[in-house]
């Protein structure tokens, strides 16, 4: 990796008796879509507003293309967009005003950088009379991408923009950064939803204030450090107490219709498994190999003690 | 799980307009008593809507309904009494604490005093939460904030509880925790009606309808709906039917 975008060194910050960031440090390169995966409290909106120059951190170094995060704040505050976790817009003015307000703070107009937004804010344009307040879910977010995106930013910063929003316009929104992503553009992006950071370029998976791991998500994957089955029958609800008492087992979460039960290898066989199930009743027991998902991933790290 | 064919809901023709904008178009489901019923949609497809008028806070513009075997226009206070409400935003006070949460909507549903301590004590030790008692809900994970809001709406035994879009913002090991109570809630014969925007949970619906545009585009079980749409996740089912 060349010149990092962004560069963050054992950064920490402390609210009272709570640690929201322990000890992070990552580098993220230019033009990279790197996501920060985690629950709500795992320390992504601090981190994201400690990279805006919105919040002080209490150690640690971190820098925007260069610019540090304290010295240098009016700099990045230039060369970065930020769309806050909550809708942060002026609900009473229009949305055409919304962006001109962004525009104008920035010496900056509309027609100027129109071409950058255009794909996004044409979908809204029809809407441009109306009070953002009055907008729906999808059309907030792209109103507040376009907000943070009419200054022509180097560096975007995303925090949770999916949250709350339906499948379908989280979609949407995936498919707009990807093509956002093709104009050369950092961004640094945060959710919940652990499905999606299969659309990144690499991911930090964060709980508590720490990042458990960082990688692509196919080596977060790849490294899962268990056996995986998929097991089916007409009850889940007494399927997932009965396999929990299995031995052998590491541990057991319910996907869908299906429940993935961990082992180590050959600690195991389906067939054994299998007889079991029906011993104890179930009906239609089905029982398949599966790979982990992120979530299965996610879980894993989340229980097994730290590193170092 | 078994299901009885007795129906805790009855909707037909469910019509919801606000001024000329039609919320509700034309509703017709019913909801088995003991089922988990998935209430999907996209953002502004009308689910809100419905789940208050179903939920006797709000009058339907036509139709007829029935909740857990009280009409809805005549016997509103017999529907709320014997439903359960939990939000996405909650419904616990942040200064208020755990006990006193409990005590209050005990209270607010006409259960005793002897009731509410014995009840209240049975469901701490079930949490696990015995250490939190005398503490305020907003110093408590939101986690067990979920799981105490979902336990508060179930205190007074409702026939029904209604979960709108309860996930929201939890690890999965927590959300997976929460599930493990709704399916213990469902085996305990509480009909459970749910909305959420997670598509993997909608898989752990025994039925689930997809609202569009203030319609019901599809009702089904998800076996089903993945057949009948050859995609193999709801989550493309939904898209499929959801985007425009």
Known sequence: ?308 | MSLSNENIITVKNLVKKFGTFVANDHLTFEVKKGEIFGFLGANGAGKTTAIKILCGLSYPTSGELSVAGFDIYTQREKVKKNIGYMSQRFSLYDDLTVFENIRFYGGIYGLRKKEIDSRSHDLMQRLGFESARNKLIRDIPLGWKQKLAFSVAILHNPKIVFLDEPTGGVDPITRRQFWDMIFEAAHGGITVFVTTHYMDEAEYCDRVSIMVDGRIAALDTPDNLKRQFSAPSMNEVFIKLART
């Open chain 1, 1 to 308: 990796m060349s010149v990092p975008s962004v560069h963050v060194q054992q950064l920490t910050k402390r609210f009272k008796d709570t640690l929201a960031l322990d000890d992070i440090s990552f580098d993220v390169g230019r033009g990279e879509l790197f996501g920060f995966i985690g629950p709500d409290g795992a320390g992504k909106t601090s981190l994201f507003r400690i990279l805006t120059t919105l919040l002080l951190a209490d150690a640690g170094i971190c820098t925007v293309e260069g610019f540090d995060v304290v010295k240098d704040y009016r700099q990045i505050r230039k060369i970065s967009g930020y769309m806050p976790g909550k809708f942060s817009l002026y609900q009473d003015l229009t949305v055409e005003e919304n962006l001109k307000f962004f525009a104008t703070i920035f010496g900056t107009t509309i027609r100027e950088n129109y071409d950058l937004v255009k794909e996004i804010y044409q979908q809204i344009e029809p809407f441009k009379n109306r009070k953002a307040g009055k907008l729906s879910g999808g059309m907030k977010q792209k109103l507040a991408l376009s907000c943070a995106m009419i200054h022509k930013p180097e560096v975007l910063f995303l925090d949770e923009p999916t949250t709350g929003v339906d499948a379908v316009s989280r979609l949407e929104f995936w498919e707009m950064l990807k093509r956002l992503k093709a104009s050369g553009i950092t961004i640094l992006v945060s959710t919940p939803y652990m499905d999606e950071a299969s659309l990144c370029d690499r991911v930090a998976l964060m709980q508590s204030g720490r990042i458990m791991t960082i990688s692509t998500p196919q080596e977060v994957i790849s490294n899962y450090p268990l056996s995986l089955l998929s097991v089916k029958s007409g009850d889940i609800y007494t399927l997932l107490g009965e396999l929990r008492e299995y031995p052998g087992v590491h541990s057991v979460y319910a996907f869908g219709q299906s429940a993935h039960v961990a082992y180590q290898k050959n600690d195991i066989t389906p067939e054994s498994l299998h007889f079991f199930l029906k011993s104890k009743g179930h009906k239609q027991v089905e029982i398949i190999e599966t790979v982990a998902n992120i979530e299965d991933c996610f879980m894993e790290l989340m229980t097994s003690p730290m590193k170092e």
